[in-house]
């Protein structure tokens, strides 16, 4: 049996990914775990703890074939838990991931929060708090994975949607040092591959060897 483990973007809920699970054969063990929810000690977000409370879930399941699939936020998390717990039982996919976020881009992110707060909050649910969600930000704008990326050795697939232009930018970047991994562009999709074109990101889910 494969467990596959679905981490969603910051933007997004767990519910994101109905009709990638939809897409996805019976026998697949999967596994919703709330990118936003599992990082917070109090009320500051870490990544640390994010791949801590993910590896606690895996270690609740059976040994056996395990994929990781974090989008954005979700693959952030998914690549410090592949640096802080490597394994050769787990293998990762990571969507719409870049390694060190351009800061300019953060930048403009936080201040569209900060002052749109009122206007985002139900895209975000209302069980967000808007400085739990800085507090998120701040941790991504934070770390830098550009000099780990040759220690990522179990990331198997870099997703990105082809009109996702920052990201496509950075996973040719990154594709070159991730040793064992491929990537693959989905066309018709942006940022939010899952939304835009789960069946597509399925199907990359179940190829993966």
Request: net charge negative; charged share 25%.
């Amino acid at each position: 049996m494969k467990t596959i483990y679905l981490l969603q973007g910051l933007g997004q809920t767990t519910q994101d990914w109905n009709e990638v699970i939809n897409h996805l054969p019976p026998d697949y063990n999967v596994r919703l775990i709330d990118s936003f929810q599992i990082g917070f000690v109090n009320e500051s977000y870490s990544l640390e703890q994010a791949a801590h409370v993910l590896e606690k879930e895996i270690e609740k399941d059976e040994e056996g074939h395990k994929i990781v699939c974090g989008l954005s936020l979700g693959a952030v998390i998914a690549a410090q838990h592949a640096l802080m717990y490597p394994s050769k039982e787990v293998k990762y996919i990571l969507s719409s991931f870049h390694p060190s976020p351009p800061k300019a881009i953060m930048a403009l992110q936080t201040l569209v929060f900060t002052i749109f707060w009122r206007l985002i909050r139900s895209e975000l649910g209302v069980d967000k708090d808007k400085q739990q969600v800085l507090s998120v930000l701040k941790s991504v704008k934070e770390r830098d994975f550009s000099q780990d990326l040759l220690h990522l050795q179990q990331v198997r697939l870099l997703l990105v949607g082809e009109k996702d232009a920052i990201h496509v930018k950075a996973a040719k970047f990154i594709g070159q040092r991730f040793p064992n991994s491929e990537i693959k562009i989905i066309q018709n999709a942006g940022h939010e591959i899952n939304e835009d074109q789960p069946i597509a990101l399925a199907n990359e889910i179940i190829n993966l060897d």
